[in-house]
């Protein structure tokens, strides 16, 4: 089994930041590409960014490019989102996802997912 789990989500005023954290556990036997995409009410579910099992290649959407960045972290199968300049738009349930494939690179869809975390709520206040 494998568990993704995010955090660090909350609530800020427009043109604040936040970074949220994700990290996958269980039986990860290698790197994998992650991703982050977000659901706000009443819409499905969109692509945020995307970074490949090593860290060289990522990949944005055009809404967050430029104010969003991604990052894996030192443990294995861990990923940062840091969002700055944050828009009322940008409100939504963020999901953190893992492809299961071993050595991957990026994907802004969400089949090439495997694991999915439950997602952490950022509300921007305008």
């Known amino acids: 089994q494998v568990q993704v789990v995010e955090s660090g989500g909350g609530l800020v005023q427009a043109g604040g930041s936040l970074r949220l954290s994700c990290a996958a556990s269980g039986r990860t036997f290698c790197d994998n590409a992650m991703g982050w995409f977000r659901q706000a009410p009443g819409k499905e579910r969109e692509f945020v960014s995307s970074i490949s099992y090593n860290g060289r290649n990522t990949y944005y959407a055009e809404s967050v490019k430029g104010r969003f960045t991604i990052s894996r972290g030192n443990a294995r199968n861990t990923v940062y989102l840091q969002m700055s300049s944050l828009k009322a738009e940008d409100t939504a349930l963020y999901y953190c996802?893992?492809?299961?494939?071993?050595?991957?690179?990026?994907?802004?869809?969400?089949?090439?997912?495997?694991?999915w975390g439950r997602g952490t709520q950022v509300t921007v206040s305008s």
């Open positions: 996802a893992l492809r299961g494939a071993c050595l991957s690179s990026t994907s802004s869809r969400t089949d090439s997912y495997d694991y």
